[in-house]
């Protein structure tokens, strides 16, 4: 596994996407992983299949981890998420799929949910799903950076009051 590690600046970076989704209470879900802390949230996506166009690999994700096709991609924001992953991650993913990764750079999208469905979550990638307002962001986006890149994608791409 030294070897693993040692070489980890030459590895690429995963191709990853993001959803900034909208319900039509103009309401964003995040989503708990299942390895998560109570506090620790995210915005639902996931990895970029190879041959997958990004759009694709959103939606498929979105179908996978929350159980519906009910979701519509709205745009794509001109920001990109990069960072390194922790080294036991790096091995982590190497021992589970082979893969060779030092982190991960994330595109960005707006999407709309259009159904008053109940999202089914898969309870063997996510511990917990919620609906929250715009202003109750920030208490859910609590790693290092996320407030703030989602914060710039909210601004490029949610045109309405943004007092939600």
């Known amino acids: 596994m030294n070897d693993l590690l040692n070489n980890k600046k030459t590895y690429p970076y995963r191709q990853g996407v993001i959803g900034l989704v909208l319900n ?8 708990q992983m299942v390895d998560y802390q109570e506090n620790e949230w995210r915005l639902p996506g996931g990895g970029v299949d190879p041959g997958e166009t990004l759009g694709k690999a959103l939606l498929r994700e979105l179908k996978e981890e929350l159980g519906s096709s009910d979701f519509e991609i709205i745009a794509e924001s001109k920001y990109k998420t990069k960072y390194d992953w922790p080294d036991k991650f790096i091995v982590s993913r190497f021992e589970k799929k082979g893969e060779k990764f030092k982190g991960q ?12 469905k109940d999202l089914i979550p898969d309870r063997s990638e996510l511990k917990n799903v919620k609906w929250v307002s715009i202003k109750d962001l920030p208490k859910y986006l609590i790693f290092p950076g996320q407030w703030d890149i989602t914060k710039r994608v909210i601004n490029e791409l949610v045109s309405f009051n943004k007092s939600t």
């Open 105 to 116: 750079e994330q595109s960005q999208f707006l999407v709309k949910y259009n159904s008053d």
């Open 24 to 31: 039509n209470k103009n309401q964003v879900l995040v989503v």
